[in-house]
Nanobody, 115 residues
Framework: QVQLVESGGGLVQPGGSLRLSCAAS????????MSWYRQAPGKERELVAT????????NYADSVKGRFTISRDNAKNTVYLQMTSLKPDDTAVYYC????????WGQGTQVTVSS
C-alpha cells in the first residue's frame, strides 16, 4: 500500500523558514523521482521542485529558485523541502508526489506565510 505523508507545515512570518517532510512507504523509495507541488487558493496546482532517485539532480520552479531546497534521505524513505525567505505568495497546500506509471499524492500540508 503506497503511502505519502507530508508534515512540517504551519504559520510563518515573511522572511522566515520552514522545513517540510514527506514520509513514504509501500514501495521502493530509492528508485523513484519525487516532487513537491503546491496549490494556493483559487489557483491550479503547480510544480515546485523535483529530485532524482539518487538525489544528485534537482530542479525548481523559477518562483522558488534560490530560496527552496529539495533533498532526500533514501535510508529514511523521506523527501524534504527546505523553504527560506518565505513570501506571502508561498502560501499554499504543499503536496508530495511520486512519479511512475501510476502517480501517487500525499494529502498535503498547509503553509501560511503572513504577519
Amino acid at each position: 500500500q503506497v503511502q505519502l505523508v507530508e508534515s512540517g507545515g504551519g504559520l510563518v512570518q515573511p522572511g522566515g523558514s520552514l522545513r517540510l517532510s514527506c514520509a513514504a512507504s509501500g514501495f521502493t523509495f530509492s528508485t523513484y523521482i519525487m516532487s513537491w507541488y503546491r496549490q494556493a487558493p483559487g489557483k491550479e496546482r503547480e510544480l515546485v521542485a523535483t529530485i532524482t532517485s539518487g538525489g544528485t539532480i534537482t530542479n525548481y520552479a523559477d518562483s522558488v529558485k534560490g530560496r527552496f531546497t529539495i533533498s532526500r534521505d533514501n535510508a529514511k524513505n523521506t523527501v524534504y523541502l527546505q523553504m527560506t525567505s518565505l513570501k506571502p505568495d508561498d502560501t499554499a497546500v504543499y503536496y508530495c508526489k511520486r512519479a511512475g506509471i501510476k502517480v501517487y499524492w500525499g494529502q498535503g500540508t498547509q503553509v501560511t506565510v503572513s504577519s
